[in-house]
Every structure is written in structure tokens, then in C-alpha cells.
């Protein structure tokens, strides 16, 4: 059973548009849902995560939103930029008193953005 | 260098030949993990470490998979007899609280 489902698997976005991922878990007991950024080559980077005592966690052009009752939860990415093109990854897991253990992937979102 | 480090970048083998990746987390992170990345997919969990202490692996990682952590430092992830269905980017982070550094991974092509 897969325990985190992100869609959609592309997205395809114009210049200064706004991109919108959308991810949902099945664990109640996941409290950490991060975001990761990742380009060809590289490892995924950490974008932004956010823990279920807030809605709502802006970062820059970045912004997640958490839905608890729906166990869903979403990357809004503002004025997107050619340089934003990327698979993006959400992830759930369990964050025991400021130790992470391991994550749960989504299967990616291949996002980009056209001039 | 303050990033997490994987050697080597890539490997290619033949089947049935055994591989060895090795880890080196951001120092001051006390936590290891390993996941397998195929193309199209997220990360998949496969073990992680507190320190030198092994203390989960996903049933993913069968028997033909070690890895060690001997000192808490630095990690080795080796594959015995490897298979074709093992080719795969194998990714190391580390962590804190504030979330996991990624290695730019080790890919393994095995022909």
C-alpha cells in the first residue's frame, strides 16, 4: 500500500504562472511532511516541510498547505520560473521528539516552466 | 566540504558481482539513512542509523544487502550477487531536526 500519493505526474506551467502539487498520506500518526526539490544528477534538497500544528508554512515563492481531516497536503510554488523546473517530491514521516526516521516518497512530479 | 558525500558516482557490474557505496554524513548529523531511487520514483527507504546503532531496514533490503555504520561516522552499503533489478541511484542523507541532506547518490548499472 502506498502511503503517500502525489499528483500530478507532470505539470507544465508558464512563466510567472502558479504551480500546485498535490500529495495525500494514510498514516494519522505521520507529523512531518516535507517537500524536496530535485534535478537531474543530484540528490533530492530539501525545499520546505511542515509539521501538522500549522495550516499553512510560506517560504519565499514557496507555500505548503495542510489540510489534517482531508490527510492532504500541497506545494504552491508563486511566480514560477524556468530555473523552478524540477521534479518535486512530498514525503511523510515521523518526527519522535526531533529525530527524524524515515520518510515515505510520493512518485515525483516532473514540473516545467516555459518562458 | 559541508554537504553529504557518496563514492563512488557511479558503478557499473557485471551480475553476480558484489558492490560496495560508501556514505559520509555532515559530521555533527547522528543520523544515516539509505534509500533507492529507480528512475520515475521517489526515494525508497531501505535502513537507517542512529549513530553506529542499525535501528530499522525495510523489508526491501534483503539478505543479499549489508550495511554498516562501524564507528558512527561514515556508512558502507554493500550488495552481494548483484541483479539486474538492482540498477538503481542509492542515496545517502543525514539529518537533523530541521530535515535530511541528500548525497548526490551512487549509481549502479549492473549488466
Known amino acids: 500500500q502506498q502511503q503517500v500519493k502525489q499528483s500530478p505526474q507532470s505539470l507544465i506551467v508558464q512563466k510567472g504562472g502558479i504551480s500546485i502539487i498535490n500529495c495525500a498520506y494514510e498514516?494519522?500518526?505521520?507529523?512531518?511532511f516535507p517537500w524536496y526539490q530535485q534535478f537531474p544528477g543530484k540528490g533530492p534538497a530539501l525545499l520546505i516541510a511542515i509539521r501538522p500544528d500549522v495550516s499553512e508554512k510560506k517560504e519565499g515563492r514557496f507555500t505548503i498547505s495542510f489540510n489534517k481531516s482531508a490527510k492532504q497536503f500541497s506545494l504552491h510554488i508563486m511566480d514560477s520560473q524556468p530555473g523552478d523546473s524540477a521534479t518535486y517530491f512530498c514525503?511523510?514521516?515521523?518526527?519522535?521528539?526531533?529525530?527524524?526516521?524515515?520518510?515515505?516518497f510520493g512518485r515525483g512530479t516532473q514540473l516545467t516552466v516555459w518562458p | 566540504d559541508t554537504g553529504v558525500s557518496q563514492n563512488p558516482r557511479h558503478k557499473i557490474t557485471k551480475r553476480g558481482q558484489n558492490v560496495t557505496f560508501r556514505c559520509d554524513p555532515i559530521s555533527e548529523h547522528n543520523r544515516l539513512y539509505w534509500y533507492r531511487q529507480t528512475l520515475g520514483q521517489g526515494p525508497e527507504f531501505l535502513t537507517y542509523f542512529q549513530n553506529e546503532a542499525q535501528l530499522e531496514k525495510s523489508r526491501l533490503l534483503s539478505d543479499r544487502f549489508s550495511a554498516e555504520r562501524p564507528k558512527g561516522s561514515f556508512s558502507t552499503l554493500e550488495i552481494q550477487r548483484t541483479e539486474q533489478g538492482d540498477s538503481a541511484m542509492y542515496l545517502c542523507?543525514?539529518?537533523?531536526?530541521?530535515?535530511?541532506?541528500f548525497g548526490s547518490g551512487t549509481r549502479l548499472t549492473v549488466v
Open positions: 498514516n494519522t500518526a505521520f507529523d512531518y
Open positions: 514525503a511523510a514521516g515521523l518526527d519522535r521528539g526531533s529525530t527524524l526516521g524515515r520518510l515515505y
Open positions: 542523507a543525514s539529518s537533523t531536526d530541521t530535515g535530511y541532506t
